[in-house]
């Protein structure tokens, strides 16, 4: 992993490389100034390469072009869209952290810099961006796999509303994208509570407005990464999960289900609050036939139709043969907001 380093001061920058040495981290470029950064991390240039670091630390306080100026430019650059990128500023100039996440920033830490508090940061950063590596791996392969399906091409197996993968698309890759010695399979269907009352009360742009901001924001959970998102035309999207079982396919059910509503998008027609909700339902199985992996797809989509015509905002959970999960503990009575205990048989 390389790290760039990019401060005015050299004594900061010297603590801060010291720093990462200690903890492991040998492989690090320093930068005097926002332009030298962008020099040395190519900025602005078109082409294929791969990024030439892995993460950046910003101080924000520079002169010419400060940290803000330097993470927006950065982040403009398609390369460096994922890069986690920690701004370093000091307690009396908190004010423009608020323009860096703006600008892209991913995190940050104050001067004078803690040594545990900054390495624990940056590993924690460059997980996320290990697991958003393998995720594009992942989706490489679903795009080869679906240029061979049915001869259709990448641009008609993308959701224009979402950016997702079309629902066929998820199908074919059901049936023909796994082994028969794959482990368990879980499939998540997520449905916006109410949609076609937003859609008549909003409008068709309004609401793929709506759906692309919950694909982007299902899509930023380090959860699901490895795991594959695709959205029907209605507006219910799927998520296939490869090796996950009914523990784990919960929790990400859950999680799913909280971040949409942490997205507090407003809803007139909504029953149970202002803002936009979701049902989602998780079917947990072997899935060592391609049948039986439709199979999971059908029962979770059958299963949140239900969840959404009981009231919605609920998570509901069940294995492929209809029994509920067997987990290490009971399924919590605190995964609807409403407090029912919602996990169907």
């Known amino acids: ?28 470029v320093t930068a005097a100034s926002g332009w030298e950064a962008l ?11 791969a990024p030439t670091v892995d993460i950046a630390l910003l101080d924000i306080v520079m002169p010419e072009m400060d940290g803000v100026e ?6 403009n650059d398609p390369r460096y869209g994922d890069l986690p990128i920690i701004m370093v500023t000091s307690l009396d100039d908190m004010n423009s952290l608020a323009s860096a996440f703006v600008a892209g920033a991913t995190d940050y830490v104050t001067k004078p810099v803690n040594r545990i508090e900054l390495v624990a940061r940056v590993r924690a950063a460059l997980r996320l961006k290990q697991e958003l590596d393998r995720r594009k791996a992942r989706e490489r392969e679903l795009l080869t796999f679906l240029s061979s399906w049915g001869n259709r091409g990448e641009g008609t197996s993308i959701d224009e509303a ?34 076609d009352s937003y859609r008549d009360a909003n409008g068709e742009a309004a609401t793929h407005s709506v759906l692309a901001q919950v694909a982007r ?14 959205a029907y035309r209605n ?15 919960l929790e990400l059910a859950k999680t799913v289900h909280g971040t949409v509503q942490k997205l507090r998008l407003f809803h007139s027609e909504a029953v149970a609050s202002d803002f936009v909700s979701a049902s989602v339902a998780v079917v947990t199985g072997q899935g060592k036939r391609d049948i039986e992996r ?11 139709r239900q969840a959404a015509m009981a009231g919605g905002n609920r998570v509901v959970a069940m294995m492929a043969d209809g029994a509920l999960p067997k987990l290490a503990a009971p399924i919590s009575e605190n995964i609807m907001l409403n407090q029912e205990t919602d996990a169907v048989a």
């Open 162 to 195: 979402t950016g997702l993968f079309v629902g066929e698309a998820a199908e074919a890759y059901l049936v023909h994208g796994f082994s028969d010695a794959e482990d368990e399979l879980s499939v998540l269907a997520v449905r916006l509570d109410r949609l």
């Open 235 to 249: 507006g219910m999207i799927v998520l296939v999960a490869p090796n996950f079982g009914a523990a784990a396919a």
């Open 39 to 49: 020099k040395i991390l190519d900025v602005g240039r078109t082409t294929d390469e």
């Open 70 to 75: 330097t993470c927006a430019r950065i982040r």
């Open 217 to 230: 924001a299902l899509g930023r959970i380090p959860a699901t990464v490895g795991v594959v998102a695709a």
């Open 294 to 304: 439709i199979q999971l797809l059908i029962q979770a989509i059958s299963k949140v």
């Open 1 to 28: 992993m390389r790290i760039i380093i990019v401060d005015d001061s050299e004594d900061s920058r010297d603590l801060t490389e010291g720093a990462l040495l200690s903890a492991g981290y040998t492989d690090i």
